[in-house]
C-alpha cells in the first residue's frame, strides 16, 4: 500500500494509532473496515466506512489512513495508471 509494501503500512499504524480514550473506558476493541478509492497517483479518495464498531474508533482509523504516505499504491494495466476503487 505504502512505500514498502504491507509491513511499512502495518509499522504506520503502530507509530501513529491513537486509540481513542472514550473507546479505552469502555473497553471497545475490534476492527473498522475502510473502503476508498486509490487514484491514479496513489493518493487515497472516498475514504468511508464499511464496518463499524464505535464512531470514535472510525474516526481513528480515517484520520490514520489519511495521513499515510503516498508511496507506490498505484497499479498499471498495460503500463496505464489506473484508479483502484475498494467500494
Given at each position: 500500500?505504502?512505500?514498502?509494501?504491507?509491513?511499512?503500512?502495518?509499522?504506520?499504524?503502530?507509530e501513529?494509532?491513537?486509540?481513542?480514550?472514550?473507546?479505552?473506558?469502555?473497553?471497545?476493541?475490534?476492527?473498522?473496515?475502510?473502503?476508498?478509492?486509490?487514484?491514479?497517483?496513489?493518493?487515497?479518495?472516498?475514504?468511508?466506512?464499511?464496518?463499524?464498531?464505535?464512531?470514535?474508533?472510525?474516526?481513528?482509523?480515517?484520520?490514520?489512513?489519511k495521513?499515510?504516505?503516498?508511496?507506490?499504491?498505484?497499479?498499471?494495466?498495460?503500463?496505464?495508471?489506473?484508479?483502484?476503487?475498494?467500494?
Amino acid at each position: 500500500m505504502n512505500i514498502g509494501g504491507r509491513v511499512a503500512s502495518f509499522q504506520f499504524i503502530d507509530e501513529h494509532l491513537q486509540y481513542p480514550e472514550d473507546a479505552l473506558r469502555k473497553k471497545i476493541k475490534g476492527k473498522v473496515i475502510l473502503g476508498l478509492t486509490i487514484e491514479a497517483d496513489g493518493s487515497l479518495t472516498d475514504i468511508f466506512v464499511l464496518k463499524t464498531i464505535d464512531q470514535s474508533l472510525n474516526e481513528e482509523a480515517m484520520r490514520i489512513v489519511k495521513h499515510m504516505p503516498i508511496g507506490n499504491r498505484e497499479k498499471t494495466i498495460h503500463g496505464i495508471y489506473v484508479d483502484i476503487n475498494t467500494k
